[in-house]
């Protein structure tokens, strides 16, 4: 299928023939075919590969071109295929190796046609490699077209180096979707232990790929390739591209890897049986509902930082809150799990907290079975729980809400019932003075903290196991106890303007100067950084760190040049702002609150807010109704910044207590709290306990890199298989904004950039103050604390793309983000 000349000469570059002997290492016997270039790979599968169909394809070297270009083109064109339209594709001697793919690195061109289309595409390709090697190919094949699908396979987690089976795809015509990092309404991932004949495929396409990679995988002798294949409208499978895994992490054995799952299979079934005072029927399990683990700590944070969240917020102090502001009574119950070391939302635990604690418990648990339900059968919605799924509280729109549970058999009884304890929760928390006493809280710091004794060791004050502990316990009471209030009642505050603005009384544009008028912590901070000295505003926002709960993540006074550029520092804006579609260029300073006028509602507004309050018959006025909303928003920020300082500060102390030790933070991360609570001052038996927390900590962190779970689990099966739901954005303001990637955690410079930061942390604010044009996360819902920086500074975001997208999106060059019409497009 080489055109006649155009096969690479000795010498000239070219790799091996496609016959060779047994790959070294492997173990899966003797290979047929030895992995090459893209063309010479493709080339000696063609004749092979019963499970999908190579295109026809012609090759040859720049040196060869270089010598006979005529002569190569002559050759390509006298095969009948090349009549139609032509797709030009590199085919470099860097490529496709397992140093690195270097996928969409180099320049493929389509839809050429004739000799002179074809020449100049040659032209092209050859021109955009790196070096100029005379064995560098180009590979020339029909374009493909009449095409279902396209993906990506690999045999492997290119992450972690296990035995999955994953399989990306898109349901659209273009074969470069997923490989070139596009959106698409039609993306799918599959992850299966392929190698267990029980596991069965979620679907016909992806238990064809999972036979075409098992064939490849026994032609090669390669355990781990990454192939690109499209399915076309008939049906038929094209095998596109095949190369190995370029990735440094090791083999995992399928021995060990099918005894972790089987593990993990066997904890989802234990978590799976309900505590007392849990309501529905069916276990549910999430990344991303109510505490977002995945949004917090991460999908697989190390052992101190799982510890600490779980003693801080999610196995007591989550119940407590809701409880204190009227909800059903699971004091006691944690809302967390983890399998293997991923943390997981006990969505039964959640629902049921979401419930007032005057609903009958029959209705109650109807109400759960339901929620639950609809959950399952749409898990794109799981970041969404509270404001899609369950209904928590009284809105202005709530009927609306009563409505669809008469569609799903509740009667106008039970949904009088709900109504009336929704009702009176709502009226009663907006009136009463609970939020009001969670706020003095924040305002009033323990003087314990500010005073802790010298512990027994002679450490510094509080700097010991035990005293660790009572700090700790301290900012749970005093810190995230009345934030985690603070956080419902701010979900509700937030609902509740969400509904002003759907009963027409305010704009998108007035609710989101109604928050910038806040003072929230984003907006402060950026104010405070050009007014204040460096010194004096490290002293108040030193503690923050990106990661709140990583001892791994340097606080900004520990790292301030990696943070903040300085030589922007206390000098005004030397620019216009942009023109509302694109960043203003030049300026050395973003715009804060401060800039904008403050949002004050008009008298025919407040107005229009009492006659809804007295048409969902509510006791409270206007005034106290948008005190309550703008008191709770700006006291959820408040909270956070608070006790992260508290936390802050234990982790410094944590990471001094190891070093005393001659344990590093490396270290220390795999040490869970309660190892470090129960040190008893010995120097010796703290050495050993703390090294042995740590070993144990770092073997089960490796085994949790290893596994990948759905978002939503919902049986022990998903353990061994699953496919990806397609998540559903959450697009932040009005505006628009076109400008390059810069990944945050790669290092990239966030200036003038669409900034990208898997998690939603208020650690990040630091980007507010870097002069960024728009954000996007991978985790975190419209509510979330980065949601809600993002409105009031009016930065464009899209807050919750999910893993897939996000590790997509990350590889663009740019990114068109219309918050207004809800499109993220990524740009080569």
Known sequence: MTAPGARPRAGSGARPGPHSDAHPGTGLGPATVRLGTKAETLERLAPLVTSARVLPLAYFSLGRWQACRQQLLD????????????????????????????????????????????????????????????????????????????????????????????????????????????????????????????????????????????????????????????????????????????ASTGTVPPHAHRATLSAVADRIAQAGRAAPRVLGERPVFGVMPDWN??????????????????????????????????????????????????AYIDV???????????????????????????????????????????????????????????????????????????????????????????????????????????????????????????????????????????????????????????????????????????????????????????????????????????????RYDEAPDRYFDWSRHRHGPTDAPGDGHHPPTGRRHPPTTADRPRFEPSAAQLGHIERLIAREGFSFTPDRLLEFIGATVRGREQGKFAFTAQLSDVLTDIRLLGERHGLDAETMSYVPFPAVAALSGDPVADRRALTTAADRGRTAYAVSRTIALPPLVTAPSDALGFVVPQAQPNFVTQGRVLARVADIDAGDPPEGAIALIAGADPG?????????????????????HMAIRALELDIPSVIGVGEAQFRQLAQAGALDLDAACGMLAALP
């Open 293 to 342: 683990p995945a949004e917090m700590i991460g999908l697989r944070p190390r052992p101190l930082a799982l510890s600490l969240y779980r003693r801080l917020i999610t196995d007591s102090v989550w119940a407590r809150a809701r409880h204190r502001y009227g909800y059903r009574d699971l004091r006691g119950v944690p809302v967390l799990v983890d399998f293997a070391g991923l």
């Open 764 to 784: 990040y604010d630091w980007l507010f103050a870097r002069g960024i044009a728009g954000l996007v996360t991978a985790f975190g819902g419209a509510n979330s």
């Open 348 to 554: 039964r635990a959640s629902v049921t907290s979401f419930i007032p604690r005057d609903v009958p418990t029959g209705l109650a648990a109807r109400l759960a079975d339901h929620w639950l339900d609809r959950l399952v059968a749409a898990p794109h919605l799981h970041d969404k729980l509270e404001s899609r799924i369950v209904l928590s509280a009284h809105g202005f729109r709530t009927g609306e809400r009563l409505a669809e549970l008469a569609a799903a058999g509740f009667d106008e009884p039970e949904r009088t019932a709900l109504a009336g304890s929704l009702h009176r929760l709502t009226d009663e928390l907006v009136t009463g003075d609970l939020w009001e006493e969670d706020l003095a809280l924040l305002d009033a710091p323990p003087a314990a903290l500010r005073h802790a004794p010298r512990c027994a060791d002679g450490s510094r004050p509080g700097c010991c196991g035990p005293a660790l502990a009572a700090r700790l316990d301290l900012c749970a009471e005093r810190g995230t106890l009345p934030f985690a209030a603070l956080a419902r009642a701010a979900f509700i505050a937030t609902e509740l303007l969400a509904d002003l603005v759907a009963e027409n009384v305010f704009t998108p544009a007035e609710k989101a100067a109604f928050i910038s008028g806040l003072d929230l912590v984003a907006g402060v901070l950026q104010r405070d950084f050009r007014g204040r000295d460096r010194e004096d505003f490290l002293k108040k926002y030193g503690h923050l760190r990106p990661g709140t709960y990583d001892i791994l993540s340097p």
């Open 75 to 246: 050759g390509v064109l006298a095969h009948a295929w090349a009549a139609g339209p032509l797709i030009v594709r590199s085919s470099a001697l860097s490529e496709d190796t397992a140093a690195g793919s270097q996928a969409g690195r180099f320049c493929s061109l389509s839809g050429r046609r004739g000799r002179a289309e074809l020449a100049a595409a040659v032209d092209e390709v050859f021109a955009s490699y790196d070096t100029w090697r005379p064995g560098n190919q180009v590979l020339i094949q029909p374009e493909l077209t009449h095409t279902r699908l396209s993906g990506v396979a690999c045999s492997c987690d290119p992450s972690s180096g296990a035995p999955y089976t994953v399989v990306n795809w898109s349901e659209d015509e273009r074969t470069d979707t997923v490989t070139g990092g596009r959106r698409s309404p039609g993306l799918h991932i599959s992850y299966g232990a392929a190698y267990d004949s029980a596991v069965q495929a979620p679907c016909p396409l992806v238990a064809a790929v999972w036979r075409l990679l098992a064939q490849l995988t026994e032609l090669t002798g390669e355990p781990r390739l990454d192939i690109e294949f499209a399915q076309t409208t008939t049906g038929e499978l094209i095998l596109l591209q095949a190369r190995p895994v370029a």
